[in-house]
């Protein structure tokens, strides 16, 4: 039924809206959410490094200035000896947590080193003769100042921060030069011990700035990749320079649990198939009720509110031609004196065999209505012609005839009085079209009555 279809198109409409806007509420509220929680992880991020720089930075500070003592002893007393050396060292080892080793070099050849066991190689190890060590150790003595050369990895296995401190006997003019106290320290424990460790876990971390190179130096913990990518960072400052360490916006959503990452998704998305399945089921529920106010309950054929929004579809054609169309009022006779004799149920089966034989005759050249209990109104496309008309109604009512009813043991022959109007013209009246059928109707119901007499 056309009538029913036209409220199709504004539903999928309506819906369609309705799916597109809560689906672009719920992608900008998911992306706010996003925006929010990678600046609170950022935030956090940032605030992770900074505890890590200031644990860094207080960690090697404090070790190599404890290390820095026993430079100061010799430059005040060169001719100290290993045994005071030793003294000094063991104190420095019980208050620091990341020192490795202490090595005393007059002349830059190595004469002492705390803690001698696994150290024993390093005694009288020429620094002239390694040249990485003796380029941190000239860069030390030409900028009179503590040089940090590493991390580096140690022969004895892991990485290694060494302290060249340059050891000068004429403070403060630091024109004599003695030699060099090295000072080693364990990165890994230093790591361990600043928290490194932990905030590795909860990102994509790495640093770099071999040699205090800073920014530009290499990478000597973590995945290069990182610093392709940041979100977070900071500088350790150190004696000689610094480190820079990052933190990658790669993988930062992994420390949030997923349904906390993607919570506007979650309640956008079942909140959008609840409002369709809601809106299918009022819609159908719609149609049904809307289609029962137009069809007939018995019969299924349209009732007398749909034929009448179809006829003045009809009468409103842009073409004159289209407008022109015959109208049948179609009426049983005896009907209400069947119903008296064989009860509703036999009438109801008479009138479900009639409404099927006259949509038979009809088929799609019109339209047919139950419009009452017995009366049927047939609207005939672009058929103005009498006698076609006639013959219309003559094989509807022969075909009538042709298909009787069971009531028991007694058979029921349909039998109709039809009356017809045409219309030709655009300004006609529907109730006077109406009108003049029903009057023909029962004109010819008058005619069969007397054909019987």
Not at 216 to 244: H, Q, T
Not at 344 to 367: F, P, Q, R, Y
């Amino acid at each position: 039924m056309k009538y029913l279809s036209d409220f199709r198109i504004p539903a999928f409409a309506l819906i369609s809206a309705i799916s597109l806007a809560t689906i672009l509420v719920t992608e900008f509220l998911q992306n706010h959410l996003l925006e929010s929680q990678n600046d609170k992880l950022k935030n956090e991020a940032q605030q992770d490094l900074a505890v890590i720089r200031s644990n860094l930075e207080a960690q090697i500070y404090s070790d190599i200035y404890y290390a820095n003592s026993l430079a100061t002893l010799v430059s005040v007393n060169p001719d100290s000896t290993a045994l005071q050396w030793k003294l000094i060292a063991e104190k420095l080892f019980s208050k620091s947590k990341n020192l490795r080793n202490i090595g005393i070099a007059p002349n830059d050849i190595i004469e002492f080193v705390y803690p001698l066991k696994g150290n024993e190689q390093a005694l009288g190890l020429d620094f002239r003769t390694v040249p990485n060590q003796w380029r941190t150790i000239q860069l030390s003595r030409e900028s009179k100042s503590i040089y940090l050369d590493g991390p580096i990895k140690l022969v004895q296995g892991g990485l290694g921060l060494i302290a060249r401190n340059p050891i000068f006997i004429d403070p403060p003019y630091n024109t004599k030069y003695w030699g060099s106290c090295s000072v080693v320290l364990d990165v890994n424990s230093l790591f361990a011990n600043s928290g490194v460790s932990q905030v590795e876990k909860k990102y994509q971390f790495a640093m770099r700035g071999v040699d205090a190179s800073g920014k530009s130096g290499e990478v000597f913990y973590g995945d290069s990749a990182v610093f392709d990518n940041v979100i977070a960072f900071d500088s350790v400052n150190l004696i000689s320079g610094s480190w820079y360490m990052a933190v990658s916006r790669d993988g930062l959503s992994q420390t949030l649990p997923w349904y906390q990452l993607y919570s506007a998704r979650l309640i956008g998305y079942p909140t959008l198939v609840i409002i369709i399945i809601l809106f299918s089921v009022i819609y159908y529920l719609y149609r049904i009720a809307h289609a029962n106010s137009l069809q007939d309950e018995l019969t299924k054929l349209p009732n007398r509110r749909f034929f009448i929004h179809s006829l003045e579809q009809k009468m409103q054609e842009s073409n004159a031609k289209d407008r022109r169309f015959s109208l049948l009022n179609l009426d049983l006779n005896n009907f209400k004196s069947i119903n008296d004799t064989y009860g509703h149920a036999v009438g109801d089966e008479l009138l479900i065999s009639v409404a099927k034989t006259v949509t038979n005759v009809i088929k799609n050249e019109g339209i047919v209505a139950r419009v009452g209990g017995d009366e049927f109104l047939i609207l005939l496309f672009n058929l103005t012609e009498g006698d076609r008309i006639k013959r219309v109604i003559q094989i509807l009512k022969t075909e009538l005839r042709r298909r009787p009813i069971k009531a028991g043991e007694d058979t029921i022959t349909p039998e109709a009085s039809i009356g017809y109007t045409i219309n030709l013209n655009s300004d006609s009246d529907i109730d006077e079209l109406l009108h003049a059928a029903d009057i023909n109707m029962y004109a010819d119901k008058l005619r069969q009555k007397k054909s019987h007499l």
